[in-house]
């Protein structure tokens, strides 16, 4: 039982922030926060990503590309043109380090407005640093498990931000249904969409990009909004006001 709390637990904070800070924030600015609210949900999502954090500037440059070009052959994770899901995440993770090595630089559209911390990033991207992380799942589960089939789970947790990728990108442009009309394949998966805090409603976010709520009709719901709803109130974050 422990076990299972311990994946829950992990699935559920990494893609919150991947979700929260990574998307809403800083690939598409949907709320504004302080410099110390920023660092703290920097630091949050380098924590509980671990072994598998994403760089802030690379994540915003490429899912910006991925709405500009959704869909089309100068998409970065678009799954109709790789033939399955793994070569999906393997797609995106060459372009990915291209981004985050300084190895291509973006097109201007894509650049600047993005929160970088680059201690953070240094560290979040060492060898050492996600081997530690590894570690530390492993011995959890080394204490902890009670059944064989549970060490089974690692490999999610060692991938845990590309594997929410790439069920996002390859369900949400694959399976579902569509609200809109879109020039794209874009779909929302589940209308309550618990299982990935509202990023399966690819549809509904690819007509308002800037929204903050992805559930459009009545039967959707996505688990993040009411949260940031919340932060709003709190005075944490200030929603950014959208048509």
């Given at each position: 039982?422990?076990?299972?709390?311990?994946?829950?637990?992990?699935?559920?904070?990494?893609?919150?922030?991947?979700?929260?800070?990574?998307?809403?924030?800083?690939?598409?600015?949907?709320?504004?926060?302080?410099?110390?609210?920023?660092?703290?949900?920097?630091?949050?999502?380098?924590?509980?990503?671990?072994?598998?954090?994403?760089?802030?500037?690379?994540?915003?440059?490429?899912?910006?590309?991925?709405?500009?070009?959704?869909?089309?052959?100068?998409?970065?994770?678009?799954?109709?043109?790789?033939?399955?899901?793994?070569?999906?995440?393997?797609?995106?993770?060459?372009?990915?380090?291209?981004?985050?090595?300084?190895?291509?630089?973006?097109?201007?559209?894509?650049?600047?407005?993005?929160?970088?911390w680059p201690l953070i990033d240094r560290v979040g991207d060492m060898w050492i640093t996600r081997l530690v992380f590894a570690a530390g799942y492993i011995a959890f589960y080394v204490a902890f498990a009670s059944y064989w089939w549970m060490f089974l789970l690692l490999p999610v947790h060692f991938l845990m931000g590309p594997v929410h990728g790439a069920i996002v990108n390859w369900c949400g442009h694959k399976y579902g249904y569509s609200n809109y009309d879109n020039d794209d394949h874009s779909k929302n998966t589940l209308p309550l969409d618990f299982l990935m805090m509202g990023e399966l409603f690819q549809n509904n976010h690819h007509k308002r990009p800037n929204d903050a709520n992805f559930a459009k009709r009545w039967f959707e719901f996505d688990p993040t909004y009411p949260i940031m709803r919340l932060m709003h109130r709190l005075h944490i974050i200030r929603l950014r006001k959208t048509a």
């Open positions: 039982m422990l076990i299972l709390l311990f994946f829950l637990a992990h699935w559920f904070l990494s893609l919150f922030f991947q979700t929260f800070f990574l998307h809403r924030y800083v690939s598409h600015k949907m709320f504004k926060t302080n410099k110390y609210w920023e660092r703290f949900f920097y630091f949050c999502t380098f924590i509980f990503q671990g072994s598998s954090f994403l760089n802030p500037r690379a994540y915003a440059i490429m899912h910006r590309m991925h709405h500009a070009y959704s869909d089309t052959e100068k998409d970065p994770h678009s799954p109709h043109f790789i033939k399955d899901i793994w070569g999906l995440m393997m797609k995106t993770k060459d372009i990915y380090l291209e981004y985050r090595q300084y190895k291509t630089e973006p097109e201007p559209a894509f650049r600047d407005r993005y929160p970088t």
